[in-house]
């Protein structure tokens, strides 16, 4: 028996979160009815990495696409600078003072939250406290990016209720992923880089977001594979981006690049592939390159973290040009060198990620890969339509023959970004 994560639908997910505020903050019981109500539901998708893994903070380029998965939040501004909230998916709930939040050393699942405000402030942004309830049908910790969801979930209520009119424009929303990066780098702690916030806060229904993490450019890509479907596999292995992996694959790549005295990888990969016309001499290019990069680092680990970067930049190019042409087949195959490279190179798979990889391969998936952070998390599959639930038997059953726990899959298309879900007039102020 194959478990699916079913998405919420709008309406289900304001209801839900919606009833969680008011029966967690009675006493705020002036809203509509005589109810505490919330001055209006925001919600934030989760995504699903298609390619371009570990790229982001070395500059380079990733590709994206927004999950139908969303956490949503209910806010109210308060009077005052404390933050006060609750979630869905734990018990604690979490208190915070906004003018005293770093010196406080506040800590646990509340500073996804209140990091966005204070980073907002930090800005120079005139961000009041408030009371907030969230609650996700994006899997928690699954590398489907459930951190960078309730951030921007945050995000776009603050934008709304603080009158900071940055969610109209994309230049608007790229300073609300710059907060939200602050929040997740600086307060939660989480080193990650910033494709997971552009990816909640940027990217539109049906299409990919390809993010040039060198300058946050964006380009918005149709994502509609014709004959296949996205099959995402939670594996439910442990995951953590706190431990140290994460952050020790991030100062390995800092150091190269140190060594090789750039900014960034992708800065050694343009010195040698800023004139490319075609993909056949950047794929050369490529390999010159990463053969140049290799022997001026002396360290074999840091040789091969390197050469994952390179050529997983080069992929994404490649990847994005045969999206645009909608060769899905040859698409797959730059999935899977995607996923060795992340196996062999970068190290960051583990057994249950290889195993799903494998599995899907093996049922006729035309590509598939580990996407996010790794070190656990979750998998996709490009499958030819009408095999999806085919394919998810074959790598439960995998799971079950390696003693696994059970993985858990869901299904998406490209869908919208980041806002709002319902503002009742008479509640926003
Ligand atoms: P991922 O982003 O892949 O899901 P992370 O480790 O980056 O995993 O982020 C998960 C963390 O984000 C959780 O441990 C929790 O602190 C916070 N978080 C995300 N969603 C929620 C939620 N709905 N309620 C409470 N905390 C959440
Ligand atoms: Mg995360």
Same mark, same amino acid.
Request: net charge negative; charged share 20%; with cysteine.
């Given at each position: 028996?194959?478990?699916? =994560? ?12 919606? %009833? ?24 934030? /998708?989760g ?10 903070y ?11 998965h ?6 109210? /501004? ?76 945050? %995000? ?9 009119? =940055? ?34 806060l ?22 509609? /594979?014709?004959?296949?479907? =996205? ?6 292995a ?10 020790s ?8 690049a ?29 390999? =010159?390159?990463a ?9 074999e ?28 087949? @040859?698409?797959g @195959? ?61 790598v439960?059953?995998?799971?079950a023959? %390696? ?27």
């Open positions: 028996m194959t478990t699916w =994560l079913q998405a919420w639908t709008p309406s289900d997910g304001a209801a839900r979160v919606t %009833a969680l505020f008011t029966s967690s903050f009675p006493e705020l019981g002036d809203g509509v009815g005589g109810v505490s109500a919330p001055s209006g539901v925001w919600a934030a /998708p995504r699903v990495n298609l390619i371009g893994e570990h790229t982001d070395n500059g380079g380029l990733c590709l994206p696409i927004a999950l139908e969303r956490t949503f939040v209910a806010l109210r /501004p308060r009077t005052d600078s404390r933050v006060r909230l609750v979630s869905g998916q734990t018990d604690q709930a979490w208190e915070a003072d906004l003018d005293t939040l770093i010196e406080d050393g506040a800590h646990g699942w509340g500073t996804y939250v209140a990091g966005v405000a204070w980073a907002l402030r930090e800005a120079g942004l005139d961000v009041p406290g408030f009371d907030a309830a969230v609650t996700s049908c994006v899997p928690f910790g699954a590398g489907l990016s459930s951190s960078a969801a309730i951030e921007a979930a945050v %995000a776009v209520a603050l934008d709304q209720v603080a009158g900071l009119g =940055l969610i109209s424009s994309d230049e608007g929303r790229r300073q609300l992923v710059e907060a939200c990066i602050r929040a997740e780098n600086e307060v939660a702690g989480a080193a990650t880089g910033g494709m997971d916030q552009a990816a909640s940027r990217s539109a229904e049906g299409f990919a977001l390809a993010l040039d993490c060198l300058d946050n450019s964006v380009h918005l890509e149709p994502f509609a /594979p014709v004959g296949y479907e =996205l099959l995402v596999i939670d594996t439910r442990p995951h953590s981006l706190n431990d140290g992996q994460y952050a694959r991030r100062a390995t790549c800092d150091a190269a140190a060594r090789l005295g750039v900014p960034t990888l992708r800065h050694w990969l343009d010195r040698y592939d800023a004139n490319q016309t075609d993909l056949a001499v950047a794929e050369a290019m490529t390999a =010159l390159t053969l140049t990069a290799l022997t001026a680092l002396t360290e680990t840091e040789r091969h973290r390197v050469r994952h970067v390179l050529t997983e930049i080069a992929r994404t190019r490649e990847a994005w040009s045969l999206m645009r042409a909608g060769d899905w087949p @040859a698409f @195959a730059l999935m899977d060198a995607s996923h060795e490279s992340l196996r062999l190179d970068y190290e960051v798979t583990v057994g249950e990620l290889d195993t799903a990889v494998a599995a899907a391969r093996a049922a006729g998936a035309v590509g598939a890969r580990m996407t996010g952070g790794g070190f656990g998390g979750s998998a996709i599959a490009l499958v030819p339509e009408g095999t999806t639930a085919q394919v998810a038997a074959a439960h059953e995998a799971f023959q %390696a003693g696994f726990g059970a993985p858990a899959f869901l299904v998406s298309r490209a869908a919208g970004p980041a806002g709002a879900v319902t503002v009742p007039a008479s509640t926003t102020s």
